[in-house]
């Protein structure tokens, strides 16, 4: 058997999306608190946020949305990290804006800061693996808002953010 170089580049980025996958989800986490959820888009459900991002632009007229909506049709897969809003409890914290978690949960939308510094933190790690495997990538904001719009992620994940793929000659993400 023969395996041409544009299926070894695809089952490549997809190798790596999955190790991705797992260095977010193995990155320290505040108490110990995993609130991140990863999906691997391909095909079709990859196409469908693009033309999602696609219908964004159009209508809030952000034409970034579009630009990267041409991304995400260019690459084999994305990776998407989101996160839950969960408190985790912190004694004398009040980093979301709150006193204190109880508060927060009673009063606010639950947004834990430590969620999302966790998000980050997954997001550094899982980067840091396409980089290492010479994957290129770029975090998105735009396509992740299109993938929480569309229901994809479970109803408890809050905030996302996407990581289109790609092993192209030149990056798509950069040198546009």
Known sequence: MIVYDKELEKDAVLEVGRLMAAAARTSPKGKGADTITTILLTGDDKNRVAKRMELIAEKE???FFKRDADNIYQVPAVLVI????????????????YADCRACVKEGDSRCNFNIIDLGIAL??????????RVDNRIMFSCAKAVLELGILPAEIKMAFAIPLSLTSKNPFFDR
């Open 61 to 63: 007229d952000i034409p």
């Open 82 to 97: 989101g996160t839950a809003f969960n408190p985790l409890g912190i004694p004398y914290c009040g980093d979301c804006g």
């Open 124 to 133: 550094g790690s899982a980067v840091s693996i396409a980089a290492a495997h």
